[in-house]
């Protein structure tokens, strides 16, 4: 089918999603040969643990399905010999691939196929496409499933697409596409590849450990697979991304709804964890801000203070107007050098040069001249505020918390998390739950002050970006409105 060269479709359903500790409870495979010749091949299998009520409802596999089936052990020597010279194809190919390879590494199986992915092909040959999930794939090639979550099932619903792919974009163009997936990241050193090769291509945060368990780095992605391998270049030149990569022992994620997610759980989570390379977005106890008020000429003067980050409504709340989240003084006069610079603002009535008749600048032609009257005050406020505005601290929008929810459909092939409601108030991240019955739960921790969360500039800043998709929660249930 591709490449001259045998194809092994592969699903399979599992307990849950991480290899390490959960099982396979079925596998079902199609095998394609070069001279025409196609081969099915299922089978449930017993995965020596209960699988939970979300699974069995999920996949419609049953404890009592698979009670007397075999161990994966028992098929795994006449299913490595199908697999075997075979390149490997599934849908989120690392996830059916991180499930093999650590199941065949209990029988001291060395499974390392060529992969390809049909979520990565599907991206490749239709970019113009935002979803890419086995069900949205099946609906744009007016292919219906009997049933989904079913290892079978989704290998028809595979190999039907791939047929689709060949007869519309061509075959020399489906071949490309899989042979530029071939490419590996180098061997990590302390790493084994099947726990790189689980990590799912979807969004979320990673983290790196060190020797006893010291964590060394929280990272985001949208594509958590990537993102990690990149980490593994054998062209690394960072010398910090070199001591990295060394020094790491191993690894967890979290699977999140979608990039707003990954990136407040990321930035919450180096502030409270203080990881060792993670310096950029460590939280900081005050900073520095500036309030303008006017002189006894009417003047708006820059008075620069610090201020303290002890709770969350420690900046949104204040009466008074503030401009900038800067990390000390230093930085603040920096920024202001450069807003008087860049505008031609009068340093003598901001008060910061001491002179009789014109200021410097005027004399060099970089003042407006409100300090010899060639401009008036109003004028001179005007700009002044003008300049202002972008670092403008915005008073909360809502009168209680408001909830921003996310979903990201093509986890569902992942069996990752597909929606989350973020909770926020203050402009501070107090956490995000799947359903709004969580909701309740996680609002009484907050009033009784059990959460973690606090005003900080990065969340501050991004929550700005996303602060029109925020709504009351009675705006927010039964909405199917997402981010």
Same mark, same amino acid.
């Given at each position: 089918m591709l490449l001259n060269q045998v194809c092994a479709f592969v699903d399979l359903e599992t307990t849950g999603t991480s290899p390490r500790v959960e099982a396979i409870t079925e596998v079902g495979l199609r095998l394609y040969h070069p001279d025409g010749d196609v081969m099915n091949w299922q089978r449930l299998v017993n995965p020596g643990k209960s699988i939970s009520g979300f699974i069995q409802q999920l996949t419609g596999i049953s404890n009592a399905m698979v009670s007397d089936q075999a161990y994966f052990d028992d098929l795994a020597p006449e299913l490595y010999e199908l697999l075997n010279d075979a390149i490997f194809i599934a849908h989120n190919a690392r996830f059916d691939y991180g499930f093999l390879k650590a199941a065949f590494a209990h029988q001291d199986i060395h499974f390392r196929p060529k992969v390809v992915c049909t979520v990565k092909l599907?991206?490749?040959?239709?970019?113009?496409?935002?979803?890419?999930?086995?069900?949205?794939?099946?609906?744009?090639?007016?292919?219906?499933?009997e049933t989904s979550h079913r290892a079978m099932a989704d290998v028809e619903a595979m190999c039907t697409f791939v047929e689709y792919a060949i007869a519309d974009q061509g075959i020399d163009a489906v071949n490309a596409a899989a042979q530029s997936q071939f490419k590996r990241p180098s061997q990590p050193i302390h790493i084994a590849m099947n726990v790189i090769d689980a990590i799912p291509t979807v969004p979320g945060v990673y983290r790196f450990y060190g020797e006893n368990n010291s964590l060394l780095y929280i990272g985001k992605s949208v594509n958590l697979s990537e993102r990690v391998k990149s980490h593994f270049n054998a062209d690394l030149t960072n010398s910090k991304e070199m001591r990295l990569s060394q020094e790491i022992r191993d690894?967890?994620?979290?699977?999140?709804?979608?990039?707003?997610?990954?990136?407040?759980?990321e930035n919450q989570e180096i502030k409270i964890k203080s990881p060792i390379y993670n310096r950029r977005q460590r939280r900081y106890l005050s900073m520095w801000s500036f309030e303008l008020q006017k002189n006894t000429d009417g003047v708006l003067?820059?008075?620069?203070?610090?201020?303290?980050?002890?709770?969350?409504?420690?900046?949104?709340?204040?009466?008074?107007?503030?401009?900038?989240?800067?990390?000390?003084?230093?930085?603040?006069?920096?920024?202001?050098?450069?807003?008087?610079?860049?505008?031609?603002?009068?340093?003598?009535?901001? $008060?910061?040069?001491?002179?009789?008749?014109?200021?410097?600048?005027?004399?060099?032609?970089?003042?407006? $001249?409100?300090?010899?009257?060639?401009?008036?005050?109003?004028?001179?406020?005007?700009?002044?505020?003008?300049?202002?505005?972008?670092?403008?601290?915005?008073?909360?929008?809502?009168?209680?918390?408001?909830?921003?929810?996310?979903?990201?459909?093509?986890?569902?092939?992942?069996? $990752?998390?597909?929606?989350?409601?973020?909770?926020?108030?203050?402009?501070a991240y107090f956490g995000s739950v799947e359903t709004e019955s969580d909701i309740e739960p996680l609002m009484s921790a907050i009033k009784n002050n059990k959460t973690q969360s606090w005003f900080d500039r990065e969340t501050y800043r991004l929550l700005n970006r996303y602060i029109h998709l925020a709504r009351p929660l009675s705006e927010i249930i039964n909405d199917e409105i997402f981010v």
């Open positions: 599907s991206r490749a040959l239709y970019p113009q496409f935002k979803s890419h999930s086995l069900d949205s794939i099946c609906q744009r090639i007016n292919y219906h499933r690894l967890d994620w979290t699977v999140t709804a979608g990039e707003l997610g990954a990136l407040l759980l003067l820059p008075m620069l203070s610090d201020r303290p980050f002890g709770g969350s409504s420690e900046y949104a709340t204040f009466s008074q107007q503030l401009y900038g989240l800067f990390t000390g003084r230093s930085k603040a006069n920096k920024w202001l050098d450069t807003i008087i610079a860049d505008n031609k603002l009068c340093k003598k009535a901001l $008060g910061i040069e001491k002179s009789k008749g014109s200021c410097f600048n005027y004399q060099l032609k970089r003042c407006a $001249g409100v300090c010899v009257e060639k401009e008036s005050v109003a004028q001179h406020n005007l700009r002044l505020l003008n300049a202002f505005e972008a670092e403008k601290i915005l008073q909360w929008p809502f009168d209680g918390p408001a909830f921003i929810s996310e979903s990201y459909e093509d986890h569902q092939d992942d069996l $990752g998390l597909t929606r989350a409601i973020h909770v926020i108030d203050q402009w």
